[in-house]
C-alpha cells in the first residue's frame, strides 16, 4: 500500500509566501518524477511545477522565478516553496508522484490542499 500525503496550504495575503510538502509513505517502492499540479474553482487542473529523479524541474511560466520545487530522497518528500504568491494563485494543490511497485510505475495523486491568497 502506498500513501501520499499533503500539507501546508492555507490562506495568506498577497505578497505572501507558503510552503506545501508530499510525502509518500508505504513499502516496496522507488519515487520517479514528482510534481505539483493545481485546480483553480471553474478551471482544469494544470501543471505548476515537477522535477525528475535526477533532480531536473521545470516550471509553469506563471510561476517561474516565485515557486521553487525540491525533493528529499532520503525522506521520500517533495516541496514547493511559493514566494511572492498572488490571488491568481488561489487554487487546490495536488501531488503527483510516480512510483515504481514491484517492477511496475504507477502515478499517485495527493488530496489536494487548498491555498487561498487574500487580503
Known amino acids: 500500500q502506498v500513501q501520499i500525503a499533503e500539507s501546508g496550504g492555507g490562506l495568506v495575503q498577497p505578497g505572501g509566501s507558503l510552503r506545501l510538502s508530499c510525502a509518500a509513505s508505504?513499502?516496496?517502492?522507488?519515487?520517479?518524477?514528482m510534481g505539483w499540479y493545481r485546480q483553480a474553482l471553474g478551471k482544469q487542473r494544470e501543471l505548476v511545477a515537477g522535477?525528475?529523479?535526477?533532480?531536473?524541474?521545470n516550471y509553469a511560466d506563471s510561476v517561474k522565478g516565485r515557486f521553487t520545487i525540491s525533493r528529499d530522497n532520503d525522506k521520500n518528500t517533495m516541496y514547493l516553496q511559493m514566494n511572492s504568491l498572488k490571488s491568481e494563485d488561489t487554487a487546490v494543490y495536488y501531488c503527483?508522484?510516480?512510483?515504481?511497485?514491484?517492477?511496475?510505475?504507477?502515478?499517485?495523486w495527493g488530496q489536494g490542499t487548498q491555498v487561498t491568497v487574500s487580503s
Open positions: 522535477i525528475t529523479s535526477g533532480g531536473s524541474t
Open positions: 503527483n508522484v510516480e512510483l515504481r511497485r514491484y517492477g511496475v510505475r504507477n502515478y499517485y
Open positions: 508505504g513499502s516496496s517502492f522507488s519515487i520517479l518524477n
